[in-house]
């Protein structure tokens, strides 16, 4: 198994920009490609950002793209989901995952979760 703790999450105005980060422990990171997912209040959890276990490979939800941007050290074991120009419907709890198949946007694919960390854009 692969251990999973955000981090980075916070209040920030619209505009503004966080930088999540998602350590992992347990198992050889590298054998793992991440995800970030994010659950508004009442709302379903949805796909944000993922990255192949190499980094070659990438996918954005499209409401993100050209502002949000996901990067992944294998030596740190860390993968990062950094926030530009945020927007109160950013507001959620922003979780990461973890999976041992490839790469993919949906959820049921991923195998072990964080416990998520809270991002709230005031407006």
């Known amino acids: 198994q692969v251990q999973l703790v955000e981090s980075g999450g916070g209040l920030v105005q619209a505009g503004g920009s966080l930088r999540l980060s998602c350590a992992a422990s347990?198992?050889?990171?590298?054998?793992?490609?991440m995800g970030w997912f994010r659950q508004a209040p009442g709302k379903e959890r949805e796909f944000v950002a993922a990255?192949?276990?190499?980094?070659?490979?990438?996918y954005y939800v499209g409401s993100v793209k050209g502002r949000f941007t996901i990067s992944r050290d294998n030596v740190k074991n860390t993968v990062y989901l950094q926030m530009n120009s945020l927007k109160p419907e950013d507001t959620a709890v922003y979780y990461c995952?973890?999976?041992?198949?490839?790469?993919?946007?949906?959820?049921?694919?991923?195998?072990?979760w964080g416990q998520g960390t809270q991002v709230t854009v005031s407006s």
């Open positions: 995952a973890a999976t041992t198949k490839a790469v993919s946007s949906t959820s049921q694919r991923y195998d072990f």
């Open positions: 990255i192949s276990r190499d980094g070659s490979v990438i």
């Open positions: 347990g198992r050889t990171f590298s054998n793992y490609a």
